[in-house]
């Protein structure tokens, strides 16, 4: 299994890692760390060297509770960051919703867009949905992923019934539709949205029941870096973000066993070293 994108065809029979680049004051864990251009830019070439197949850039933080960022400020944060960031030899993803944002970075030669609204955006100034600028494009890889409601009220008003099917039905939708404006299916990977509007039961029971994300026949990116839902890992106080390092790996590798492709992480070298182990124990299958 391939992800076409840009200007690489990802071969996915072995999981990648997709290192997050947050050029943002306040995202949930890193937010401020890398907001100016030459750190996020020595952040980048770290993640590479950390063993990154793929970085993911974003210049507006999707936080429970964040507030929606003015589009000149987005394309500010973002642009000079891609410019560089496409000469580094790897595959540049950027994460955004906006039509505008994403005609922007890929005219830049950014080779995926990572969109939490599945490109169900519109540019009211211009008229153009975000997923005609994946189909007018040609060869960009796209991943749509399940949110629901808005980043400002996703975690007060939650999911209700069984959360498999319907992120199921959601997803298949998006990618039918825009396979429907003529974007192969093999430009598509999926993404069930942990921590999008979902509560921490609903969150185990994609990983859970994972696999039945992968009938439809699309690779899965799934991105549980340390998220509040792996809070709740020890018997007395809840584990800040800065603290789910440990949890945040196994639910990466379990991801991966339960046959995700990608695993969007904060923590490339220590996501790379875990998988690498099951790398080795795979080699042993049905040895004595």
């Given at each position: 299994?391939?992800w076409?994108?840009?200007?690489?065809?990802i071969?996915l029979?072995?999981?990648?890692v997709?290192?997050?680049?947050?050029v943002?004051?306040?995202s949930?864990?890193d937010?401020?760390?890398?907001?100016?251009?030459q750190a996020a830019?020595?952040y980048?070439?770290r993640?590479?060297l950390e063993?990154?197949?793929?970085?993911d850039?974003?210049?507006?933080s999707?936080?429970?509770?964040?507030?929606?960022?003015?589009?000149?400020?987005?394309?500010?944060?973002?642009?000079p960051?891609?410019r560089?960031?496409?000469?580094?030899?790897v595959p540049?993803?950027?994460?955004?919703?906006?039509?505008?944002?994403?005609?922007?970075?890929?005219?830049l030669g950014?080779?995926?867009?990572?969109?939490i609204?599945a490109?169900r955006?519109?540019?009211?100034?211009s008229?153009?949905?975000a997923?005609?600028?994946?189909?007018?494009?040609?060869q960009?890889?796209?991943?749509?992923?399940?949110?629901?409601k808005?980043?400002?009220?996703?975690?007060?008003?939650?999911?209700?019934?069984?959360?498999?099917?319907?992120?199921i039905?959601?997803?298949?939708?998006?990618a039918?539709?825009l396979?429907g404006?003529g974007?192969?299916?093999?430009r598509?990977v999926?993404?069930?949205?942990?921590?999008?509007?979902k509560?921490?039961?609903?969150?185990?029971a994609l990983?859970?029941?994972q696999?039945?994300?992968?009938?439809a026949g699309?690779?899965?990116?799934?991105?549980w870096?340390?998220?509040?839902?792996l809070?709740g890992?020890?018997?007395?106080d809840?584990?800040a973000?800065?603290?789910r390092?440990?949890p945040?790996?196994?639910?990466?590798?379990?991801?991966?066993?339960r046959?995700a492709?990608?695993?969007?992480?904060?923590?490339?070298?220590?996501?790379?070293?875990?998988?690498r182990v099951?790398a080795k124990?795979s080699?042993?299958?049905?040895?004595?």
């Amino acid at each position: 299994m391939h992800w076409q994108t840009s200007r690489f065809q990802i071969n996915l029979t072995c999981p990648k890692v997709m290192g997050i680049v947050n050029v943002t004051p306040d995202s949930f864990f890193d937010g401020g760390h890398h907001q100016s251009t030459q750190a996020a830019l020595k952040y980048c070439e770290r993640l590479i060297l950390e063993g990154a197949d793929i970085l993911d850039i974003g210049g507006e933080s999707s936080r429970p509770g964040a507030q929606p960022l003015d589009i000149h400020e987005e394309l500010a944060r973002v642009l000079p960051v891609v410019r560089s960031a496409v000469t580094l030899g790897v595959p540049i993803s950027v994460d955004t919703y906006k039509p505008q944002v994403m005609q922007a970075v890929l005219d830049l030669g950014a080779d995926i867009i990572n969109d939490i609204r599945a490109l169900r955006s519109l540019d009211k100034a211009s008229g153009i949905s975000a997923a005609q600028i994946i189909a007018n494009h040609g060869q960009c890889g796209v991943c749509l992923m399940h949110m629901h409601k808005d980043p400002q009220t996703m975690q007060t008003q939650p999911m209700q019934g069984d959360v498999v099917s319907q992120v199921i039905s959601f997803l298949e939708r998006a990618a039918l539709d825009l396979q429907g404006l003529g974007v192969k299916k093999t430009r598509i990977v999926l993404d069930p949205g942990i921590g999008f509007g979902k509560t921490v039961e609903q969150n185990f029971a994609l990983l859970s029941r994972q696999s039945e994300l992968l009938h439809a026949g699309y690779p899965l990116l799934v991105g549980w870096s340390r998220k509040s839902s792996l809070a709740g890992m020890t018997a007395s106080d809840p584990l800040a973000a800065d603290e789910r390092l440990a949890p945040s790996l196994a639910a990466a590798v379990l991801s991966i066993e339960r046959g995700a492709h990608i695993v969007r992480v904060h923590d490339v070298k220590e996501t790379v070293q875990a998988l690498r182990v099951r790398a080795k124990i795979s080699l042993y299958k049905g040895s004595t």
